[in-house]
């Protein structure tokens, strides 16, 4: 996913402004953190790059099960994702209505063999310092076989 190309076809006139540049900045430190994540002497503080994107002390996450993440707990289940699985996003749209994203990707996770193939989406909602304070992720995938 190149993301400076992304940014570059992003109609400002449609709404997309600085907040769809910075989840698609999220996007891309994730993707980079994931793939440090198998790198020998991996850490927690190596997420540290979120962390000029997101307010920590507010930030909520729900999850596609409704289960609600504060910072610390999300940082700790990325960190067990990261270094377990494969990851792989491949950009469908992105929208910005007011202080909400709206984001939607495939997403790839693999082990082994095995991927698992979903379409995401993901609203992001940044507070008044133009943080990211909550998400809510939204998941579409086939049963598994």
């Given at each position: 996913m190149n993301i400076s190309e992304i940014k570059s076809q992003l109609p400002e006139s449609v709404g997309n402004t600085e907040h769809c540049s910075r989840v698609l900045d999220y996007v891309d430190q994730f993707r980079k953190t994931v793939e440090k994540a198998k790198q020998p002497g991996f850490t927690i503080e190596d997420w540290s790059g979120f962390a000029s994107l997101v307010d920590t002390e507010n930030f909520e996450r729900v999850g596609h099960h409704c289960e609600v993440m504060r910072w610390d707990e999300y940082i700790g289940?990325?960190?067990q994702f990261a270094t377990e699985l494969k990851w792989e996003g491949t950009f469908r749209r992105v929208q910005e209505r007011g202080n909400?994203?709206?984001?939607e990707l495939t997403e790839y996770a693999s082990v082994?063999?095995?991927t698992q193939i979903a379409n995401t989406m993901t609203v992001y909602r940044f507070n008044a310092s133009g943080k990211i304070d909550h998400l809510t992720v939204y998941i579409q995938q086939a049963p598994e076989q």
């Open positions: 289940f990325v960190t909400v994203v709206y984001l082994g063999d095995h």
